[in-house]
């Protein structure tokens, strides 16, 4: 039975209750890029919209709710009036031992807690050197997620708070780790698991989650996980990971991201063996029965979530991840990080390093070893950037750009064996196999790696490069560390320190002759929560090429003279947030620009804007 007072509540929580369940039922009103997509897809364009009648719809606009609250007291009850004991254990509102005297009163939390009162500053200090006292990498990160689980604001307080340290722990490389061994770590749920046994029913597997209005989803289907490749349903690490990102970084509410792993099953053997496995047990389904299943999935978030949800396809194999691009590109909110965002952070990185390497983008010869989903979306980037600035046809700006894969440099002689996103990048050249014949053949300014296999920029290839220019630029860009194409002191040591050198994973800085290099870091982090941020403040309904060169701009402009002076082509960590407004307000201005933006009046401000739009994880104060 309820105490006297408790009603009350209960009618406000119920109240709360049956307007979700209305809303619930009711629901929501490259060759990647757009020159390669087109010859895909027969033409179409995203500014060429598809089934309009969404375009109104799509979920509220929350953030101004949000914002409005930040300073007032609210009432920490959704769907149900809970004990202390339930409010402790919801990780969206608890607090620990920040709940004051008055909140223990007014929420049953007398006996439950210990009596001392803590400030959020005096329990981010605590959990930080309790983190620090961990030696191995996994501990960290399953300690981490423990306190997502249990504290959400303090979880994002901490990581917004220490970015530069944590963000390797709850991203790569550790989150690499992580998926390998999410069968063992595996503790509660923290996204959606949608499977072949789900077919047909994917609405409403949609409708279990409780949160309604859902903004942006990353999706997996754990074919192709970092450089680690095909682990399945443990692939759910990066979803979770990226819209962490999503949160501390771009400032988008932990409540409207939706992390996604579809399973289709794995062809990896070791995990098919594993009795701790948490997937399906069969081998991955390939063909109609994954495009129907891929099908239902893209219209059931559309039905359920409306037209303005972000959808961004994150680690499907290559085959897998253009035909997805090109086919709901112009019908869905879609977004590619590996191709887009890669291929846009790269982007920054290399306008920011003309200003040590002089000239412009066109006079510089670009190598890439690796012609997948990375590869070809950076390098179809960089040429549209060229064809942009000079204005010269889109087909020779790629004559800048050489690739390398598995079979060697891609050149005329092989098109007919090509698939059909390295096609655009063969061009009349003889035969090479190998990567140092086919720097000394090519002799590019700038050397790609995006292959995800370890030590192929050998001490020949970095020397080799260091003879054909003054300040060779090197990008070890696969992930996780031990996949990367050499290491930061590799790189420094073999050029003699003339190299500028950046990668996908972190580097501690290099000592080379009395002089420290900091290595930059081109993660994808510095991109896609702010351009996710700007589609969401303003309403964007479709993602345009321009939209991911803006944010190549923006990132490149905040590289600093101090940057430059420690050989760093990329601005640090510490200053993120300030970094994802200007990316967001800039992607938004491009949207408004192509008319693609519906949220109107446009902001006059679109940086303040971004930043009033950014989540904070203070505590608030209860009634």
């Known amino acids: 039975m309820f105490s006297f007072n408790k009603p009350i509540l209960l009618r406000k929580a119920l109240g709360l209750f049956l307007v979700g369940e209305r809303r619930r039922r009711r629901g929501g009103g490259g060759v990647v890029m757009e020159s390669t997509l087109k010859e895909l897809t027969n033409g179409e364009s995203v500014l060429d919209i598809k089934d ?19 300073d007032q007291t609210i009432t920490p009850w959704t769907f149900s009036v809970a004990s202390g004991y339930s409010l402790l254990r919801d990780p969206h509102y608890n607090k620990g031992l920040a709940f004051t005297e008055a ?35 996994l501990q960290r990160y399953m300690a981490m997620m423990d306190l997502q689980e249990r504290n959400e604001r303090l979880f994002y307080k901490l990581l917004i708070d220490n970015v530069e340290e944590l963000l390797p722990v709850v991203y ?8 390998q061994k999410y069968g063992g770590i595996f503790r509660r749920p923290q996204g959606l698991f949608i499977s072949l046994k789900e077919k047909g029913k994917i609405l409403e597997v949609l409708k279990n989650w409780p949160e309604k209005s859902i903004q942006v989803i990353v999706v997996t289907d754990g074919e192709r996980i970092l450089g680690l490749g095909d682990l399945g349903c443990q692939g759910m690490g990066i979803p ?7 949160t501390a970084l771009g400032g988008v509410r932990p409540s409207v991201c939706l992390p996604i792993t579809i399973d289709v099953g794995t062809n990896n053997q070791k995990l098919l063996d594993d009795e701790f496995y948490i997937g399906l047990k069969q081998k991955r389904a390939t063909g109609q029965e994954y495009a129907e299943l891929l099908e239902e999935f893209m219209s059931a978030v559309k039905q359920n979530y409306g037209e303005k949800v972000l959808i961004q396809f994150e680690d499907f194999a290559n085959h897998n991840a253009f035909e997805l691009l ?18 846009s952070v790269v982007l920054a ?13 066109a006079d510089h010869t670009f190598l890439f070893l690796g012609a997948g989903e990375a590869g070809t979306g950076i390098a179809e980037l960089i040429a549209l950037e060229i064809t942009r600035k000079t204005s010269v046809p889109l087909e020779e700006a790629r004559k800048k750009i050489w690739l390398v894969d598995s079979k060697g440099l891609i050149v005329s002689s092989r098109v007919e064996s090509l698939q059909h996103f390295k096609k655009p990048w063969a061009h009349d050249h003889e035969p090479v196999k190998e990567l140092i014949d086919a720097v000394k053949a090519i002799k590019p300014t700038v050397l790609i790696g995006t292959s995800g296999v370890g030590k192929t920029f050998t001490k020949e290839v970095v020397e080799a490069m260091a003879s054909l220019n003054p300040k060779p630029l090197i990008m070890a860009l696969s992930n996780p560390t031990s996949q990367a194409e050499c290491t930061a002191e590799e790189a420094y040591t073999w050029s003699k320190g003339h190299a500028i050198f950046a990668s996908g994973s972190p580097f501690d800085p290099v000592e080379f002759e009395g002089r420290t290099f900091v290595s930059g870091q081109a993660n994808n982090a510095y991109v896609f929560p702010g351009f996710g941020l700007g589609i969401i403040m303003s309403g964007t309904i479709r993602v345009h090429d321009d939209m991911l060169l803006a944010a190549s701009e923006a990132l490149a402009s905040e590289v600093t003279e101090d940057d430059y002076l420690k050989g760093r082509i990329y601005p640090p960590f510490t200053n993120i947030r300030k970094i994802s407004a200007h990316i967001a307000a800039e992607v938004a201005a491009k949207a408004y620009e192509l008319g693609l933006a519906t949220r109107l009046p446009r902001p006059s401000d679109l940086v303040k804007y971004a930043e009033s739009c950014m989540y904070t994880p203070l505590y608030r104060s209860y009634r």
Do not use: W
């Open 52 to 70: 309009k009648c969404g375009v109104a719809g799509g979920v509220e606009d929350i953030y101004g709710e949000d914002r409005a609250t930040e």
């Open 103 to 137: 909140e223990r009163d007014a929420h049953y939390l007398r006996g439950l807690l210990p009596p001392t009162v803590s400030s959020q500053q005096l329990q981010e200090k605590k959990v930080m050197h309790n983190l620090r006292q961990y030696q191995v990498p």
């Open 172 to 179: 790569t490389p550790t989150v690499g780790e992580a998926c």
């Open 240 to 246: 979770v990971g990226k819209l962490s990102l999503y």
């Open 326 to 343: 090109a086919k709901y590109r112009t019908t869905h909110l879609v977004f590619n990080d590996d191709i887009q965002g890669t291929a």
């Open 349 to 361: 990185g290399l306008i920011a390093s003309l200003k040590l390497l002089g000239g412009t983008l």
